[in-house]
């Protein structure tokens, strides 16, 4: 029989999750993505890829510090944050969580530390006033591959337990079909490691430009941006088919909505373009192949936090979300964006990227490469 | 209701009897249960073919619990159903169910979501963080971050009243009788009896969460997430441009 119903009285709800949420997961997914194109370069000392790990270790420490202020701005009660560290709650992910982030942060804190020793000793040799200061951050060492590789490995099993709890934090909420898929996993992975290439692009970029990094970056771009498009497409694929109940309820909540089918294109647009570009040309594109990147992998976030909570539970139609313009919208955006930006230029005012660190053994780079400060 | 209320005197100590047919909570779930007195099941009937819509339930409840303006622990849900050339008003309390599987208790990182040994779902809002994570996986969409306490809000039964020996406001105040809160573990409750004889139903089945707010004469098109034209108003949302188009499907 046809019929049709018209809700007449209903409760809107509002975001619980708010644009900070969507900051965090950007940021630290763009973290653990610097940590893993670090690897290479340090941890198992591929000469032909440490120049680009220099940046993608910038990439992983300022998202990775910034990430977990976003965080906890999230929370309405910030100031009990502590609440978590005192009970056991194992069957809550974001309880996990609590305890994974800490134990990321400081293990790529140490891992940086070890990478960026011998940088610390070789300022320590200049003739300057702080060079006391970087002798004692050194603390009397140099490069050391086998310390490198161990706290290497150590931020590789952080990395992977954030991978693994935010993915399944928003994957386990079944009252939300669009999350509740074991694809969101894998497509926040996938798509952390884009935007980190992308950011690593950028830095690169204002940081001397070397053409190595960023052809050997654009091409790992592409390779990331191929598997979310097979990812994406799966996930299509099961959805349309029907195969897949919980797919297809996911893809049925949004189908029938013009800004969702608009959002659809924009996101296919943004991984299809920077991969064609970086596959086509991966010299000379890095700008904005990067660019792009780092806008396609904040813009799943948003779309799944702030558009996935925009489809009510029990309602008609979709809630409507504007953003405010306070700090629980546009300033909470800014903010982060600019405590990110604050870590960028205090980090590299203390550990200069070096100007041309790639061709040779780093450590005869000569110190005064420390002249040059990347993001200025 | 006088026959809820004197629910309330035959509740404590009754047999689980009239419960049989609903399902017992998963057993890690019922000993992490605290507070509350576990001779009684507390639940809720709503017979939506005796609501009118009035939402003296949403103000009550208002009033009741100081729910901040423009967050709701209660809403009476109205639609305008056509159904082959027919047109009619459905309405549809909604509240939070008391889920006997709830999944907003899983996910909390702190405890505050916790289930009282009686059945009733509380946030304990000296201890929440306000993450959101329950208001995320509640699938009805029950729970709400309260602006003045900043953390994780909805409906408690009343819990307050109940201790006391009194119903929920919203039942308290029903003109059309169509809210009636009782002990499932009492057979001879009204709600026992409504449970055994009416096969109400519960909104949303599939997702396995085994509510404690049953609805009799539900029209099955509510049961879940409702395809329709959205509303025509909301509080607290903006005044928006479907509207007058929404208005021409009625
Ligand atoms: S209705 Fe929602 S808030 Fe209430 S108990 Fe069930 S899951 Fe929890
Ligand atoms: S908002 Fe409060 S009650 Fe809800 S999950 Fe977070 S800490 Fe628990």
Known sequence: MDTNIVEVINVTREVAWLPWAVQYFFLIGLSVGGVLLSLPGYAFAREEWRATGRVALLVALTCGLAAPVALLSDLHQPGRFWHFYVVFRPTSWMWWGSLIIPFYVAGLLVYAWTCLREELREHGAVDSRLAPLYRLAAAGGGRNDALIRAAGLVALAGAAAVVLYTGAEVAVVRARPLWNTPFLPVQFALTALAGAAGLVLILNRFAGADRAVEVRVNRVLAATLAAVMAVGGLWLALGLSGIEPTHAEALGSVVGSEAWRVTAVWAVAATAVPFAIALARPSGTGLLTGLIAVHSAWMFRWTVFIGGQSVPKTGAGFYEYALPAGPDGLLGIAGTAGLWLFLLLVITAIVPTPRRPASGPVRAAPAAGRAVAAAE | ?250
């Open chain 2, 1 to 250: 209701m006088d026959r809820s209320r004197r629910n309330f005197c035959l509740g404590a100590g009754a047999a689980a009897v009239g419960a049989a047919a609903l399902a017992a909570p998963p057993a890690d779930a019922a000993a992490a249960r605290k507070g509350g007195d576990p001779a009684n099941r507390w639940a809720m009937v709503v017979d939506v073919r005796k609501c009118v819509g009035c939402q003296a339930c949403t103000v009550a409840c208002i009033m009741e619990n100081a729910v901040p303006a423009n967050s709701f622990r209660t809403i009476v849900s109205t639609y305008e159903v056509t159904e082959g050339g027919r047109a009619g008003t459905a309405m549809l309390p909604r509240l939070c169910n008391h889920c006997e599987d709830a999944p907003c208790l899983p996910v909390c990182p702190t405890g505050a979501t916790f289930q009282r040994r009686d059945g009733i779902v509380v946030v304990d809002n000296t201890v929440c963080v306000g993450c959101g994570y329950c208001v995320q996986a509640c699938p009805y969409d029950a729970r709400f971050i309260n602006h003045e306490t900043r953390t994780a809000d909805k409906c408690t039964f009343c819990v307050h009243r109940v201790d006391a020996g009194l119903l929920p406001a919203c039942v308290e105040t029903c003109v059309g009788g169509a809210r009636i809160f009782g002990d499932l573990n009492d057979p001879g409750s009204t709600v026992s009896r409504l449970v055994r004889t009416q096969a109400p139903k519960v909104l949303k089945p599939g997702q396995g969460t085994d509510p404690r707010v049953f609805y009799i004469g539900l029209d099955p098109n509510l049961e879940g997430k409702v395809e329709g034209t959205p509303t025509l108003w909301r509080p607290s949302a903006r005044p928006h441009a479907h509207a007058p188009a929404a208005k021409e499907h009625a």
